[in-house]
């Protein structure tokens, strides 16, 4: 792990909150690929199940990625934006969405957890994926590799690949499947681990 910025949490959270909280991206327009395969990753987790499962998303920002899956499953999500919190709710409205930041909520057991560009976001990761990991019976991670730092200024830290194997093992998790791909960064990864 490699910091990018000398950043407080206080000045993160600022960050987000630029423009009044307005700021929203809409990843499904934006990063297409990139939803595509976090939905395809949670789909593989869904089609064992036969009652509905409890998915969470830290940073779900417009609500691209879980929901998609809020018509037949209890979605949660969580972000700190106001605009994209008020956007999730008009796009997904099956979809349970709080406004505020993700490190002080209470980490809550779930079928799925949801962590794809926001790991590199916050500034205390590692508590985080300590405190939800264990939670959870299976996890989608994803973000960038070897990050120049001059590419997202919202971005405190930089990983490589042992640090992306290491938030499985922080979780109890087996990695089942890794997918590396580049855009918008150099390189991006993604994966889905399972409860070991």
Not at 67 to 86: L, R
Not at 130 to 147: F, S, T
Not at 168 to 192: A, K, N, Q
Request: glycine share 8%; hydrophobic share 40%.
């Amino acid at each position: 792990m490699k910091r990018l910025t000398e950043m407080s949490h206080e000045q993160v959270i600022a960050y987000n909150l630029r423009d009044g909280g307005t700021a929203v991206t809409f990843f499904a327009e934006a990063q297409t690929y990139r939803v595509q395969k976090a939905r395809w990753f949670i789909q593989a987790v869904l089609n064992a199940y036969s009652t509905r499962a409890v998915i969470w998303e830290p940073g779900c920002s417009s609500g691209d990625i879980s929901g998609h899956f809020a018509n037949h499953h209890d979605v949660h999500g969580i972000d700190v934006v106001p605009a994209a919190v008020e956007a999730t709710k008009r796009r997904w409205p099956g979809m349970h969405v709080y406004q505020g930041q993700a490190e002080q909520f209470e980490p809550v057991a779930c079928d799925i957890l949801v962590l794809c560009e926001f790991l590199e976001h916050i500034t205390e990761p590692v508590e985080f994926v300590q405190r939800w990991l264990p939670l959870a019976k299976n996890v989608v991670i994803g973000h960038p590799l070897n990050d120049p730092g001059n590419m997202e200024p919202g971005h405190v830290w930089c990983y490589d690949y042992a640090d992306y194997l290491h938030w499985y093992e922080l979780g109890g998790h087996r990695m089942v499947e890794t997918h590396l791909f580049s855009g918008p960064f150099p390189e991006m990864v993604m994966g889905l681990g399972v409860r070991a």
